[in-house]
């Protein structure tokens, strides 16, 4: 049998399988295949796992529990977990070269929160407080959250503000990170929309922070490591890195030297989807001195591991090794600066003016309408964005004035520079066709006709770049 009967015939049992249970959840899966093979992905956090990556979740290992690690585990019986953890954790520690890995996150805030938690308890002694004691979480006040961290020392965060780019778990007070941790920001300098490292320094000097956080979820430019590791030493801080969006590009080594977060990093977290192809989880890198704190992440903060989810990220790390990975990653990059380049050429406003890495931010506020209505217009378009904050956005995190888009998941289909200049020409299209609803900032007018013609372009666009082409269902 060939490996496409191979996998077409794992795909379809699957699917008769649950659709002897429930033929909605079938017939929802089907769609989804579907929908992603006729539409434009370009949400910069998303990509295509591959067939091994995906039918390695669906086993018999999810139905183990394996709280601890490699050998020293809470259930008996966890023998064939060990195996999968420690090949995960081999292909890791190879792929990025890292002293030390730990595959157990379930996602990337896990991962984070896994990372916090080792640095407080290796920088920080952790008092017994009893008062705090059976008490969930939201029913704290500000006020006890604030007596809290002083108890711990009145540990700081400084991470990139959102509206720069940075995510929620870097501070940020809807996150338990924002609760943790008394947080400050650093930005980026208006006139480039680029990191400004020496406002980064003077902060970091005036805040004295426990902990500086690298790494972004829409910032369209390399970050320098080596210096923000230079300014955390300088005052005495944890540097700690998450990325969770990048992994791919320093897997594939497109990100080097000063660039690579992992020989200059304290402790790095990721993310194993988005560039790096793999399922939905977290892992956590760290130099040997915090070794022993991360590997109590479970029961610390995590709860047992998804043994069947390690055995993917296995498979996909494996993937990465690849020499053919590396090419991937640096084809990722090539079509982000087409994509951008082409927009641009058209008159699209670009925050920093462009892009280094996987993502483009597009300042939709010249076209009068919002991120949120932009999102809408393309998704009518079958063109799949996502809205999202730019620097000093006056819309705000829910409505926003940007559009993020990323290539990963295109250049995994094998879409080229050549393509990415023809989907500036949609999105461009639809944005300038596009206007707002009187009084609102989330209905829109687009002519259907338009956005048909457009779904069409981007159907036929796709046609030469089948989606799992090996997989008919």
Not at 153 to 170: C, E, F, I, V, W
Not at 408 to 423: H, K, V
Request: charged share 20%; net charge negative.
């Amino acid at each position: 049998m060939s490996e496409l009967n191979a996998e077409s015939t794992a795909f379809r049992a699957a699917l008769d399988v649950v659709r002897s249970v429930e033929p909605r959840i079938a017939d929802a899966i089907t769609k989804e295949l579907h929908d992603q093979r006729e539409s434009l992905k370009l949400i910069a956090s998303e990509n295509y796992a591959s067939p091994a990556v995906l039918l390695a979740m669906g086993n018999w290992l999810s139905d183990k529990y394996a709280e601890g690690t490699i050998g020293r585990r809470f259930y008996a019986g966890c023998q064939n977990v060990d195996t999968v953890e420690a090949v995960a954790v081999e292909h890791a520690k190879a792929l990025f070269d890292a002293p030390y890995a730990y595959v157990q996150p379930h996602s990337g805030i896990d991962a984070n929160l896994v990372a916090y938690w080792a640095i407080l308890a290796d920088r920080v002694e952790v008092p017994h407080l009893q008062k705090f004691e059976k008490r969930q979480v939201n029913d704290l006040s500000e006020a006890e959250w604030a007596e809290l961290r002083a108890a711990f020392g009145n540990q700081r965060m400084l991470g990139m503000s959102l509206d720069a780019g940075g995510h929620l778990t870097h501070g940020f007070r809807p996150n338990i990170s924002g609760k943790m941790f008394d947080q400050r920001s650093y930005g980026v300098d208006p006139a480039t929309g680029q990191i400004d490292y020496k406002a980064l320094r003077d902060t970091a000097k005036e805040f004295q922070p426990l902990i500086i956080v690298g790494g972004y979820s829409a910032y369209p430019r390399k970050v320098n490591f080596a210096t923000m590791r230079e300014i955390a030493d300088e005052v005495g801080a944890t540097f700690m890195v998450d990325m969770a969006h990048f992994a791919g590009l320093v897997a594939g080594k497109v990100f080097t030297g000063d660039y690579n977060p992992i020989p200059h990093a304290h402790i790095v977290t990721t993310t194993t989807h988005k560039s790096l192809r793999g399922p939905r989880g977290g892992a956590v890198f760290a130099q040997p001195e915090l070794a022993s704190q991360v590997d109590r992440g479970c029961p610390m903060v995590l709860g047992g591991p998804l043994s069947h989810v390690m055995a993917a990220k296995a498979i996909a790390f494996a993937e990465a090794r690849d020499p053919s990975f590396q090419t991937y990653a640096q084809n990722i990059v090539d079509n982000s600066q087409a994509l951008a380049e082409g927009l641009r050429r058209r008159g699209v406003q670009l925050v920093s003016g462009g892009t280094d890495n996987h993502l483009v931010l597009i300042d939709v506020h010249p076209f009068g309408i919002t991120g949120r209505q932009a999102e809408a217009a393309l998704l009518d378009s079958e063109i799949v964005t996502n809205r999202n904050a730019i620097p000093q956005d006056p819309n705000g995190a829910w409505y926003t004035s940007g559009i993020r888009v990323g290539t990963p998941a295109l250049t995994s289909r094998g879409l080229g520079t050549a393509e990415m200049d023809q989907i500036a020409e949609l999105i461009h299209t639809v944005l300038s066709n596009t206007s707002p609803a009187e009084g609102s900032k989330a209905k829109y007018v687009l002519d259907p006709a338009l956005a048909d013609r457009v779904s069409k372009q981007a159907t036929e666009l796709l046609a030469p770049f089948p989606l799992y082409p090996s997989v008919t269902i």
